[in-house]
Protein backbone atom coordinates (compact mmCIF):
# COMPACT_ATOMS: atom_id res chain seq x y z
CA UNK A 1 0.00 0.00 0.00
CA UNK A 2 1.27 3.71 -0.90
CA UNK A 3 1.06 6.19 2.04
CA UNK A 4 1.61 9.94 0.52
CA UNK A 5 4.36 11.18 2.79
CA UNK A 6 2.87 13.78 5.16
CA UNK A 7 5.80 16.14 5.47
CA UNK A 8 4.04 18.69 7.32
CA UNK A 9 5.33 19.61 10.42
CA UNK A 10 4.54 18.52 13.82
CA UNK A 11 4.09 21.03 17.12
CA UNK A 12 4.13 20.25 20.52
CA UNK A 13 4.06 22.41 23.51
CA UNK A 14 6.60 20.85 26.46
CA UNK A 15 6.16 23.05 29.99
CA UNK A 16 7.46 26.29 29.09
CA UNK A 17 9.27 24.89 25.76
CA UNK A 18 8.05 24.26 22.46
CA UNK A 19 9.36 21.87 19.63
CA UNK A 20 8.95 21.61 16.56
CA UNK A 21 9.27 18.40 14.20
CA UNK A 22 10.87 18.68 10.65
CA UNK A 23 10.27 16.35 8.02
CA UNK A 24 12.95 17.52 5.58
CA UNK A 25 14.72 15.51 2.68
CA UNK A 26 18.38 14.00 3.46
CA UNK A 27 19.91 16.50 1.29
CA UNK A 28 18.12 19.59 3.45
CA UNK A 29 18.96 17.42 6.86
CA UNK A 30 22.39 19.86 7.65
CA UNK A 31 21.04 23.05 6.03
CA UNK A 32 22.67 25.66 8.31
CA UNK A 33 20.57 27.61 10.95
CA UNK A 34 20.85 31.21 9.63
CA UNK A 35 22.83 33.89 11.30
CA UNK A 36 23.82 31.81 14.89
CA UNK A 37 27.02 30.15 15.26
CA UNK A 38 26.19 26.12 15.94
CA UNK A 39 28.08 23.35 16.41
CA UNK A 40 27.62 19.73 14.98
CA UNK A 41 27.96 17.11 17.09
CA UNK A 42 28.24 13.28 15.39
CA UNK A 43 29.65 10.21 16.39
CA UNK A 44 32.09 7.83 14.57
CA UNK A 45 29.10 5.98 12.77
CA UNK A 46 26.65 8.85 12.03
CA UNK A 47 29.83 11.20 10.60
CA UNK A 48 30.38 9.32 7.41
CA UNK A 49 26.63 9.24 6.23
CA UNK A 50 27.16 12.78 4.93
CA UNK A 51 29.40 13.43 2.76
CA UNK A 52 29.62 17.49 3.36
CA UNK A 53 30.42 18.75 6.84
CA UNK A 54 32.56 21.43 6.29
CA UNK A 55 30.45 22.97 9.07
CA UNK A 56 32.46 23.38 12.79
CA UNK A 57 32.00 19.63 14.47
CA UNK A 58 33.25 17.24 16.68
CA UNK A 59 32.95 13.36 15.92
CA UNK A 60 32.44 11.29 19.28
CA UNK A 61 33.05 7.80 20.17
CA UNK A 62 29.97 6.13 19.75
CA UNK A 63 27.29 3.52 21.55
CA UNK A 64 26.24 3.63 25.53
CA UNK A 65 30.08 2.91 26.81
CA UNK A 66 30.49 6.87 25.49
CA UNK A 67 27.89 8.46 27.06
CA UNK A 68 30.04 9.90 29.75
CA UNK A 69 31.08 13.30 31.28
CA UNK A 70 33.84 13.25 29.35
CA UNK A 71 31.83 13.30 26.06
CA UNK A 72 30.04 16.22 27.48
CA UNK A 73 33.03 17.99 28.50
CA UNK A 74 33.85 16.84 25.09
CA UNK A 75 31.29 18.88 23.51
CA UNK A 76 31.40 22.24 25.94
CA UNK A 77 34.68 22.56 24.85
CA UNK A 78 34.19 22.27 21.22
CA UNK A 79 31.80 25.11 22.22
CA UNK A 80 34.02 27.12 23.10
CA UNK A 81 36.31 27.15 20.75
CA UNK A 82 34.00 27.55 18.44
CA UNK A 83 32.85 30.66 19.68
CA UNK A 84 29.15 29.88 20.40
CA UNK A 85 27.42 32.23 22.57
CA UNK A 86 24.57 31.74 24.94
CA UNK A 87 22.47 32.02 21.99
CA UNK A 88 24.86 29.54 19.92
CA UNK A 89 22.88 26.37 18.50
CA UNK A 90 24.23 22.93 19.61
CA UNK A 91 23.11 20.11 16.81
CA UNK A 92 23.37 16.62 17.44
CA UNK A 93 23.13 14.02 14.84
CA UNK A 94 22.63 10.23 16.08
CA UNK A 95 21.26 7.73 18.42
CA UNK A 96 19.74 8.35 21.25
CA UNK A 97 23.53 8.70 23.03
CA UNK A 98 24.28 11.48 20.80
CA UNK A 99 20.87 13.11 21.30
CA UNK A 100 21.11 12.90 25.46
CA UNK A 101 24.03 14.28 25.30
CA UNK A 102 24.11 16.95 22.91
CA UNK A 103 21.03 17.90 24.75
CA UNK A 104 22.67 17.94 28.24
CA UNK A 105 25.33 19.75 26.88
CA UNK A 106 23.23 22.35 25.77
CA UNK A 107 21.13 22.69 29.01
CA UNK A 108 24.35 23.51 30.91
CA UNK A 109 26.82 25.54 28.31
CA UNK A 110 26.02 29.03 29.93
CA UNK A 111 23.08 28.25 32.17
CA UNK A 112 21.25 26.78 29.15
CA UNK A 113 21.92 27.37 24.99
CA UNK A 114 19.95 26.13 22.23
CA UNK A 115 19.76 22.93 20.69
CA UNK A 116 18.48 20.94 17.67
CA UNK A 117 18.68 17.37 16.82
CA UNK A 118 18.95 15.49 14.41
CA UNK A 119 17.96 11.76 15.66
CA UNK A 120 19.48 9.04 13.01
CA UNK A 121 18.30 5.89 14.93
CA UNK A 122 14.15 4.82 15.11
CA UNK A 123 14.75 4.73 18.69
CA UNK A 124 15.92 8.05 18.64
CA UNK A 125 13.50 9.46 16.10
CA UNK A 126 10.54 8.49 17.98
CA UNK A 127 11.65 8.52 21.81
CA UNK A 128 15.26 9.57 22.41
CA UNK A 129 14.80 12.71 20.66
CA UNK A 130 11.59 13.82 21.98
CA UNK A 131 10.25 15.43 25.00
CA UNK A 132 13.48 16.77 26.77
CA UNK A 133 15.17 13.66 28.64
CA UNK A 134 18.53 14.59 28.58
CA UNK A 135 21.67 13.00 30.47
CA UNK A 136 24.85 10.77 31.01
CA UNK A 137 25.31 7.59 32.53
CA UNK A 138 27.35 8.27 35.70
CA UNK A 139 29.35 5.68 37.93
CA UNK A 140 27.87 2.68 36.46
CA UNK A 141 24.33 4.17 36.86
CA UNK A 142 22.53 4.99 33.28
CA UNK A 143 21.14 8.32 33.52
CA UNK A 144 22.01 9.14 36.74
CA UNK A 145 23.31 12.47 35.39
CA UNK A 146 21.07 14.89 33.66
CA UNK A 147 18.19 17.54 32.77
CA UNK A 148 14.87 18.36 31.43
CA UNK A 149 15.55 20.36 28.29
CA UNK A 150 13.40 19.81 25.00
CA UNK A 151 15.23 20.49 21.70
CA UNK A 152 13.60 23.49 20.16
CA UNK A 153 13.66 21.31 16.82
CA UNK A 154 13.92 17.67 15.59
CA UNK A 155 14.67 17.13 12.06
CA UNK A 156 13.80 13.40 10.87
CA UNK A 157 14.09 11.42 7.50
CA UNK A 158 13.66 7.98 7.76
CA UNK A 159 16.09 7.56 4.42
CA UNK A 160 18.97 7.47 7.61
CA UNK A 161 17.74 4.13 8.96
CA UNK A 162 18.76 2.12 5.62
CA UNK A 163 22.10 1.75 7.35
CA UNK A 164 20.87 1.16 10.76
CA UNK A 165 22.55 -2.27 11.97
CA UNK A 166 19.34 -4.85 11.95
CA UNK A 167 19.56 -5.02 15.73
CA UNK A 168 19.15 -1.87 16.38
CA UNK A 169 16.25 -1.30 14.21
CA UNK A 170 14.43 -4.01 15.93
CA UNK A 171 15.11 -2.29 19.33
CA UNK A 172 13.74 0.64 18.16
CA UNK A 173 10.94 -1.29 16.56
CA UNK A 174 9.94 -2.68 20.07
CA UNK A 175 9.18 1.39 21.13
CA UNK A 176 7.08 2.03 18.64
CA UNK A 177 4.99 -0.95 18.81
CA UNK A 178 4.99 0.39 22.41
CA UNK A 179 2.91 3.13 21.47
CA UNK A 180 0.82 1.12 19.50
CA UNK A 181 -0.50 -0.68 22.52
CA UNK A 182 -0.55 2.40 24.73
CA UNK A 183 -2.89 5.02 22.67
CA UNK A 184 -6.21 3.82 20.94
CA UNK A 185 -5.10 4.89 17.16
CA UNK A 186 -4.65 3.72 13.99
CA UNK A 187 -1.04 2.83 14.42
CA UNK A 188 -1.89 -0.92 16.32
CA UNK A 189 -3.72 -1.98 12.82
CA UNK A 190 -1.33 -0.37 11.06
CA UNK A 191 1.49 -2.22 12.27
CA UNK A 192 -0.43 -5.87 11.97
CA UNK A 193 -1.45 -4.31 8.09
CA UNK A 194 1.99 -3.41 7.02
CA UNK A 195 4.41 -5.72 9.28
CA UNK A 196 6.11 -7.14 5.88
CA UNK A 197 7.50 -3.42 4.67
CA UNK A 198 8.01 -2.40 8.22
CA UNK A 199 10.43 -5.16 8.71
CA UNK A 200 11.56 -4.32 5.41
CA UNK A 201 12.01 -0.61 6.02
CA UNK A 202 10.22 0.57 3.12
CA UNK A 203 10.36 4.47 3.12
CA UNK A 204 7.00 5.50 2.51
CA UNK A 205 6.03 2.76 5.45
CA UNK A 206 8.59 4.16 7.94
CA UNK A 207 7.84 7.56 7.33
CA UNK A 208 4.28 6.88 8.31
CA UNK A 209 5.00 4.81 11.25
CA UNK A 210 7.03 7.16 12.32
CA UNK A 211 5.25 10.45 12.49
CA UNK A 212 2.24 8.15 14.28
CA UNK A 213 4.87 6.97 17.00
CA UNK A 214 5.77 10.74 17.60
CA UNK A 215 2.54 11.73 17.72
CA UNK A 216 1.84 9.15 20.89
CA UNK A 217 5.47 10.21 22.82
CA UNK A 218 4.65 13.55 22.20
CA UNK A 219 1.19 13.54 23.74
CA UNK A 220 2.47 12.15 26.71
CA UNK A 221 4.71 14.40 27.47
CA UNK A 222 2.94 17.33 26.43
CA UNK A 223 0.25 16.40 29.30
CA UNK A 224 3.20 15.32 31.92
CA UNK A 225 6.53 16.82 30.90
CA UNK A 226 8.55 16.07 34.50
CA UNK A 227 7.18 12.23 34.35
CA UNK A 228 4.91 13.10 37.91
CA UNK A 229 1.44 10.91 36.37
CA UNK A 230 0.87 9.56 32.72
CA UNK A 231 4.66 9.74 31.01
CA UNK A 232 5.71 6.73 33.32
CA UNK A 233 3.21 4.49 31.50
CA UNK A 234 5.84 4.96 28.57
CA UNK A 235 8.01 2.95 30.54
CA UNK A 236 5.69 -0.07 30.08
CA UNK A 237 7.51 -3.51 29.42
CA UNK A 238 10.37 -1.67 30.97
CA UNK A 239 10.46 -2.95 34.31
CA UNK A 240 10.50 -6.33 33.33
CA UNK A 241 12.78 -5.77 30.51
CA UNK A 242 14.88 -3.68 32.53
CA UNK A 243 15.88 -6.94 34.66
CA UNK A 244 16.29 -9.21 31.91
CA UNK A 245 18.77 -7.17 30.11
CA UNK A 246 21.03 -6.75 33.74
CA UNK A 247 20.46 -10.67 34.59
CA UNK A 248 21.47 -11.68 31.06
CA UNK A 249 24.44 -9.24 31.36
CA UNK A 250 23.34 -7.08 28.44
CA UNK A 251 24.68 -10.09 25.99
CA UNK A 252 21.99 -12.05 23.56
CA UNK A 253 19.03 -9.62 24.54
CA UNK A 254 18.66 -5.76 23.05
CA UNK A 255 17.10 -3.00 25.06
CA UNK A 256 13.77 -3.36 22.18
CA UNK A 257 13.67 -6.74 23.00
CA UNK A 258 13.54 -6.83 26.26
CA UNK A 259 11.04 -4.37 26.30
CA UNK A 260 9.34 -6.76 24.04
CA UNK A 261 9.29 -9.30 26.26
CA UNK A 262 8.51 -7.36 29.16
CA UNK A 263 5.54 -6.22 27.85
CA UNK A 264 3.78 -9.28 27.70
CA UNK A 265 5.13 -10.47 30.78
CA UNK A 266 3.37 -7.60 32.10
CA UNK A 267 -0.15 -8.57 30.73
CA UNK A 268 0.52 -11.77 31.76
CA UNK A 269 0.93 -10.81 34.90
CA UNK A 270 -2.40 -8.37 34.45
CA UNK A 271 -4.49 -11.56 33.67
CA UNK A 272 -3.55 -13.82 36.85
CA UNK A 273 -4.48 -10.42 38.57
CA UNK A 274 -8.15 -10.24 37.18
CA UNK A 275 -6.69 -6.74 35.76
CA UNK A 276 -5.78 -7.89 32.08
CA UNK A 277 -8.66 -8.65 29.72
CA UNK A 278 -6.65 -12.19 28.66
CA UNK A 279 -8.09 -11.84 24.72
CA UNK A 280 -6.27 -8.39 24.55
CA UNK A 281 -2.98 -10.09 26.65
CA UNK A 282 -3.34 -12.88 24.00
CA UNK A 283 -3.95 -10.86 20.89
CA UNK A 284 -0.34 -9.19 22.01
CA UNK A 285 1.76 -12.56 22.45
CA UNK A 286 0.67 -13.49 18.97
CA UNK A 287 1.36 -10.03 17.74
CA UNK A 288 4.80 -9.56 18.95
CA UNK A 289 5.88 -13.11 17.99
CA UNK A 290 4.81 -12.32 14.18
CA UNK A 291 7.28 -9.61 14.66
CA UNK A 292 9.77 -12.18 15.55
CA UNK A 293 10.29 -11.24 19.28
CA UNK A 294 11.32 -13.79 21.72
CA UNK A 295 8.66 -14.23 24.48
CA UNK A 296 10.85 -17.12 26.80
CA UNK A 297 14.03 -16.55 28.20
CA UNK A 298 15.20 -19.65 28.40
CA UNK A 299 17.88 -20.47 31.36
CA UNK A 300 17.29 -17.11 33.07
CA UNK A 301 16.50 -17.48 37.17
CA UNK A 302 13.25 -16.14 37.96
CA UNK A 303 14.82 -15.18 41.64
CA UNK A 304 17.64 -13.40 39.76
CA UNK A 305 15.13 -11.54 37.64
CA UNK A 306 12.44 -10.41 41.13
CA UNK A 307 16.09 -9.56 42.18
CA UNK A 308 16.72 -6.57 39.44
CA UNK A 309 13.71 -5.67 39.59
CA UNK A 310 14.23 -4.58 43.39
CA UNK A 311 16.48 -1.96 42.02
CA UNK A 312 14.48 -0.47 39.47
CA UNK A 313 15.32 3.40 39.93
CA UNK A 314 11.15 3.53 38.98
CA UNK A 315 10.76 2.73 42.42
CA UNK A 316 8.22 4.78 44.68
CA UNK A 317 8.00 4.39 48.75
CA UNK A 318 10.04 1.73 48.39
CA UNK A 319 7.71 -0.31 46.00
CA UNK A 320 7.85 -1.53 42.42
CA UNK A 321 5.31 0.09 40.30
CA UNK A 322 4.74 -1.83 37.21
CA UNK A 323 3.14 -0.51 34.07
CA UNK A 324 -0.23 -2.60 33.39
CA UNK A 325 -2.99 -2.46 30.87
CA UNK A 326 -6.49 -3.59 31.10
CA UNK A 327 -6.81 -3.65 27.94
CA UNK A 328 -5.94 -1.96 24.77
CA UNK A 329 -5.09 1.65 25.14
CA UNK A 330 -6.01 1.38 28.71
CA UNK A 331 -2.51 1.41 31.19
CA UNK A 332 -2.36 1.68 34.61
CA UNK A 333 0.37 1.38 37.57
CA UNK A 334 0.20 -1.48 40.53
CA UNK A 335 2.72 -3.18 42.36
CA UNK A 336 2.69 -7.48 41.28
CA UNK A 337 2.18 -9.80 44.12
CA UNK A 338 5.40 -12.28 44.39
CA UNK A 339 3.72 -15.18 43.96
CA UNK A 340 2.24 -14.07 40.32
CA UNK A 341 5.70 -12.79 39.68
CA UNK A 342 6.92 -15.60 40.13
CA UNK A 343 4.38 -17.79 38.37
CA UNK A 344 5.03 -15.49 34.72
CA UNK A 345 8.59 -15.97 34.98
CA UNK A 346 8.83 -19.30 35.90
N1 LIG B 1 15.92 10.91 26.37
C1 LIG B 1 15.01 9.97 26.31
O1 LIG B 1 13.81 10.21 26.53
C2 LIG B 1 15.42 8.58 25.95
C3 LIG B 1 14.43 7.62 25.65
C4 LIG B 1 14.86 6.35 25.27
C5 LIG B 1 16.21 6.05 25.20
N2 LIG B 1 17.13 7.01 25.51
C6 LIG B 1 18.56 6.72 25.45
O2 LIG B 1 18.89 6.37 24.10
C7 LIG B 1 20.06 5.57 24.12
C8 LIG B 1 19.91 4.46 23.11
O3 LIG B 1 19.72 5.04 21.84
P1 LIG B 1 19.98 4.23 20.50
O4 LIG B 1 19.32 2.91 20.60
O5 LIG B 1 19.67 5.13 19.40
O6 LIG B 1 21.54 3.88 20.61
P2 LIG B 1 22.86 4.61 20.04
O7 LIG B 1 22.74 6.05 20.08
O8 LIG B 1 24.00 3.98 20.78
O9 LIG B 1 22.89 4.12 18.53
C9 LIG B 1 23.02 2.74 18.24
C10 LIG B 1 24.20 2.48 17.28
O10 LIG B 1 23.81 2.84 15.97
C11 LIG B 1 24.77 3.74 15.40
N3 LIG B 1 24.01 4.54 14.46
C12 LIG B 1 23.20 5.57 14.73
N4 LIG B 1 22.54 5.97 13.63
C13 LIG B 1 22.95 5.17 12.63
C14 LIG B 1 22.62 5.06 11.25
N5 LIG B 1 21.66 5.83 10.70
N6 LIG B 1 23.25 4.12 10.51
C15 LIG B 1 24.18 3.30 11.07
N7 LIG B 1 24.52 3.32 12.37
C16 LIG B 1 23.91 4.25 13.15
C17 LIG B 1 25.35 4.45 16.58
O11 LIG B 1 26.62 5.00 16.29
C18 LIG B 1 25.44 3.33 17.60
O12 LIG B 1 26.58 2.54 17.34
C19 LIG B 1 20.26 5.09 25.55
O13 LIG B 1 21.37 5.74 26.09
C20 LIG B 1 18.98 5.52 26.27
O14 LIG B 1 19.20 5.87 27.61
C21 LIG B 1 16.75 8.26 25.87
Redesign the pocket.
Given at each position: MDYPPNKKPLHFRIGEYSTKVEFPAFEDLLAPPEGVKSLWVF?Q??AP?FSSREKASIILP???EA?TMESVEDILTAGIENGLARDGLFIGI?????C?MTAFAASIYMRGSRVILIP??L??MT??SL?G??GVDFRGY??MAGTFFPAEELRICPD??S???ER?YI??LAEVIKHAFLVKSDLFEFLEREREAVLLREPQILGRMIRESIKVKGDFVERDFREQAERAFLNFGHTFGHALESVSGFAGWSHGEAVAWGMDKALKAGVLMGETDPDYARKVSAFLALYGFRLEAPGIDPEALINAMGKDKKKREGKIMFVLQKEYGKTFQSEIPRDILQKVLA
Open positions: DNTLPGEKGGGVVDTTLADAGKTKNLLSLPDSG
